[in-house]
T-cell receptor
Framework: GGIITQTPKFLIGQEGQKLTLKCQQNFNHDTMYWYRQDSGKGLRLIYYSITENDLQKGDLSEGYDASREKKSSFSLTVTSAQKNEMAVFLC????????????FGPGTRLTVL | QQQVRQSPQSLTVWEGETAILNCSYEDSTFNYFPWYQQFPGEGPALLISISSVSDKKEDGRFTIFFNKREKKLSLHITDSQPGDSATYFCAAIYTGNYKYVFGAGTRLKVIA
């Protein structure tokens, strides 16, 4: 078995602040994803990475940067936090090109004051 | 634009009844459709999935019915249990590019 770890679990920031969320997986999976989950809007794809050092933009990439430093880790940066923003950011991974099952982490809950 | 739509937004059924959750999509290149189950405070977990070459997939109490011509699918949960109370997401993927699209989810409540 394996696990996806997201840090921090809760993140409180100030308007305009640059904030970084981290994701680690020990599945040895190739592909990793970052999603934003807002209440009533499902999951929206921000960035994904098919393999180490690869980055692909999702539908919601504006206002975010991502970095796949190594196969096991995928970071997401909110470049300028928006006031009153509240969302859960979910990290996921899939094994390889023969498998499309996504394994999700528990999420990072962001609150911007 | 909403590429994957789910209905209803919320659903309440009695224990033992069949819950029916609906999903439709727009892009005909989608060829794989997983359903995820999410409990509060947790990430979603894969429940059951179907590829576009099949019209039905069954796993215990959970069955997906797929209509490729109408671009519609549904998840049937038979003999619903209170432990099935969760949010269910329909997703679609074109396996050529690994890009997932999720619906907004259906919040299911099963009353004992």
């Amino acid at each position: 078995g394996g696990i996806i770890t997201q840090t921090p679990k809760f993140l409180i920031g100030q308007e305009g602040q640059k904030l970084t969320l981290k994701c680690q997986q020990n599945f040895n999976h190739d592909t990793m994803y970052w999603y934003r989950q807002d209440s009533g809007k499902g999951l929206r794809l921000i960035y994904y990475s098919i393999t180490e050092n690869d980055l692909q933009k999702g539908d919601l990439s504006e206002g975010y940067d991502a970095s796949r430093e190594k196969k096991s880790s995928f970071s997401l940066t909110v470049t300028s936090a928006q006031k009153n923003e509240m969302a859960v950011f979910l990290c996921a991974s899939t094994r390889d090109r023969a498998s499309y099952e996504q394994y999700f982490g528990p999420g990072t809950r962001l609150t911007v004051l | 634009q909403q590429q994957v739509r789910q209905s209803p937004q919320s659903l309440t059924v009695w224990e033992g009844e069949t819950a029916i959750l609906n999903c439709s999509y727009e892009d005909s290149t989608f060829n794989y459709f997983p359903w995820y189950q999410q409990f509060p405070g947790e990430g979603p977990a894969l429940l059951i999935s179907i590829s576009s070459v099949s019209d039905k997939k069954e796993d215990g109490r959970f069955t997906i019915f797929f209509n490729k011509r109408e671009k519609k699918l549904s998840l049937h949960i038979t003999d619903s249990q209170p432990g099935d109370s969760a949010t269910y997401f329909c997703a679609a993927i074109y396996t050529g590019n690994y890009k997932y699209v999720f619906g907004a989810g259906t919040r299911l409540k099963v009353i004992a």
